[in-house]
């Protein structure tokens, strides 16, 4: 079945730095765009980020272009969230999201916490 594993969450302080990963299985990952999302507390989910099932096209929402960038290993089946310029406004839960063939799948998500 289908799994989505993120990690690489955790407590920075502003202008920091993180990566996430996303571990994927069950599926042919390098069949498949994928998408990083983001829940803040007492808000909706938030697409982030995106990258194409090659890894030659991205595209991010706009508050976080320029700091976050997005890659995927498909050799690894794992995508990555590199993110850069943290600021107190993207403390999150993150969550790696992947569409295979019609069903949306979820990983359980990964806390960021941007504080000092």
């Known amino acids: 079945q289908v799994q989505l594993v993120e990690s690489g969450g955790g407590l920075v302080q502003p202008g920091g730095s993180l990566r996430l990963s996303c571990a994927a299985s069950g599926f042919t990952f390098s069949n498949h765009g994928m998408r990083w999302y983001r829940q803040a507390p007492g808000k909706g989910r938030e697409w982030v980020a995106y990258?194409?099932?090659?890894?030659?096209?991205?595209s991010f929402v706009d508050s976080v272009k320029g700091r976050f960038s997005i890659s995927r290993d498909n050799p690894k089946n794992t995508a990555y969230l590199q993110m850069n310029s943290l600021k107190p406004e993207d403390t999150a839960v993150y969550y790696c999201?992947?569409?295979?063939?019609?069903?949306?799948?979820w990983g359980q998500g990964t806390q960021v916490t941007v504080s000092s």
């Open positions: 999201n992947a569409n295979v063939y019609g069903s949306n799948y």
């Open positions: 990258i194409s099932s090659a890894g030659d096209s991205t």
